[in-house]
């Protein structure tokens, strides 16, 4: 009998090893896909191509349009999608007057291979970004980005906060939740995940759980418009609502798309969005004294 109980340790511990590594491997590997680039060798491309260095040294592509206003807008895409996913704000910018800087973030598009970061590293791109315009000697720039996009803003915001205005489109608030939020139809606990956010963490360079665009709103002092749907599973109306809460501007509004999902809110809702956009621009004044690039 102690022969058996021995014989059923072994291969409990077995079991227990066995399930062990498969729940780390599984962890590793969703966390390289979730930071895998999304780089392209080819795209058509609108505008000026010019190719920007960030500060760590990754190699940023984007495409320049001048136009008429002093004011120029870089508009940032979302996870993994490149330039091309903002064309159609860019013409819409474009008719308004002003100059616009398409950049595809690090690991998109034809910029540079990185592992993708959820916003943190890709802050670094648009203060390349900035840089630039601020050698073409434009005066005021507006940035208006999508999810990852829209995160890369806030993140950017301790050490760049001067925006003539800033458009965000459905950012989350918190990393972790942003990442449980897209399996909570699996009836695991949070817990269940600690591999992948342990994995995401070595990959990205700083803690999930300190990846909260958030705790960055408060650095928002300048006119802002924030939209998102409110029916997106990966982005609870509550946590949109705290975000924008959470934004210092006096001059804020919220705009939420009935029946809207984490999507491409100009494509579904075209004349709603124009009309938002609009309204929003229209109210904006030339004299803010947050405008000008230092």
């Not at 903002?86 to 308004?96: D, E, G, H, L």
């Not at 009836?187 to 665009?213: D, M, T």
């Amino acid at each position: 009998m102690p022969f058996i109980t021995r014989k059923l340790k072994v291969r409990l511990s077995l079991f227990l090893i066995t399930l062990l590594l498969g729940w780390m491997a599984v962890g590793y590997f969703s966390a390289s896909y979730l930071t895998s680039s999304a780089t392209v060798q080819n795209m058509s491309i609108q505008g000026e191509e010019v190719v920007l260095k960030s500060e760590d040294g990754i190699e940023i592509h984007a495409s320049w349009m001048k136009g008429k206003s002093e004011t120029a807008v870089v508009l940032l895409a979302g996870v993994k999608a490149n330039r091309t996913s903002n064309y159609k704000r860019a013409a819409f910018y474009q008719q308004r007057g002003y100059s616009v800087l398409l950049p595809d973030l690090r690991g998109t598009g034809l910029s540079e291979q990185a592992p993708i970061t959820f916003g943190w590293q890709e802050r670094k791109d648009l203060l390349a970004c900035l840089e630039f315009l601020k050698e073409k000697g434009v005066s005021k720039v507006a940035v208006h980005g999508s999810s990852l996009g829209a995160a890369t803003i806030l993140y950017s915001l301790p050490q760049f906060a001067n925006y003539a205005f800033i458009v965000l489109e459905s950012p989350y608030d918190r990393l972790d939740h942003a990442f449980y939020n897209r399996v909570q139809k699996i009836p695991l606990p949070e817990s269940a995940y600690l591999p992948v956010h342990f994995f995401v963490s070595q990959k990205i360079g700083k803690p999930v759980s300190e990846l909260n665009p958030i705790d960055f709103a408060p650095y928002c002092h300048v006119p802002v418009l924030h939209l998102a749907g409110d029916s997106e599973f990966q982005l609870k109306t509550a946590e949109t609502k705290a975000v924008f809460g959470a934004l210092a501007s006096p001059q804020k509004e919220l705009h939420l798309f009935q029946g809207g999902k984490h999507e491409d809110f100009l494509r579904r809702f075209e004349q709603e969005y124009m009309e938002v956009m609009n309204g929003f621009l229209n109210k904006l004044t030339t004299t803010d004294q947050h405008t000008s690039i230092p």
